[in-house]
């Protein structure tokens, strides 16, 4: 299930290089922020780690191969959006997604419910998995969310978003 909703974070998540978009460059986490016409401040954990960039250069550090556009973060507003077409004939789904999301805190983010909520091991889908023999391997084996409210609304909108 990770690989699912990390591979649904980043069909969901806007790529596009303006303010709010997080980048991983050279390792380091950062968040854009317009400072200029064409210049971009890239704000580090820390302010020591902030640095300015020129739109060419940011563009030229993310084609390096220690580089990755992570996107912005996806809120409950860009996923209704998202669903417009989907909710003329199911309207109810907007509801749902109220449901699921107001359980897990209506200010957050996706990637930030995933993250508070953590990921565990289960075996077969119904209780944690104890490693008491190092070379146990079940076929069944997944990690998932933590969080039952977070995996309801993993589950939900696995379920919207398929293919």
Not at 17 to 37: A, F, Q, S, W
Not at 60 to 67: E, F, G, W
Not at 69 to 92: A, F, N, Q, S, Y
Not at 150 to 162: Q, R, S, T, W
């Amino acid at each position: 299930m990770k690989e699912k909703i990390n591979a649904l974070i980043d069909k969901l998540a806007s790529k596009e290089l303006t303010p709010g978009c997080r980048v991983i460059l050279g390792g380091c986490l950062y968040e854009i922020h317009k400072r200029y016409d064409d210049e971009y401040l890239l704000c580090g954990e820390y302010p020591s780690d902030h640095i300015v960039l020129s739109g060419a250069e940011l563009n030229r550090q993310i084609d390096n191969y220690h580089s990755k556009v992570i996107g912005h973060p996806i809120l409950i507003g860009d996923v209704l959006k998202r669903m417009t077409g989907l909710m003329i004939d199911k309207p109810e789904l907007g509801q749902q997604l109220l449901g699921y999301w107001c359980d897990c805190g209506f200010k957050n983010s996706f990637q930030q419910i995933v993250s508070d909520s953590g990921w565990a091991e289960y075996c077969c889908g119904v209780k944690p998995l104890v490693k008491t023999d190092p070379e146990y391997k079940c076929s069944g084996c997944s990690e998932q969310l933590k969080d039952p409210s977070a995996h309801a609304l993993a589950e939900f909108l696995l379920d919207i978003f398929k293919s």
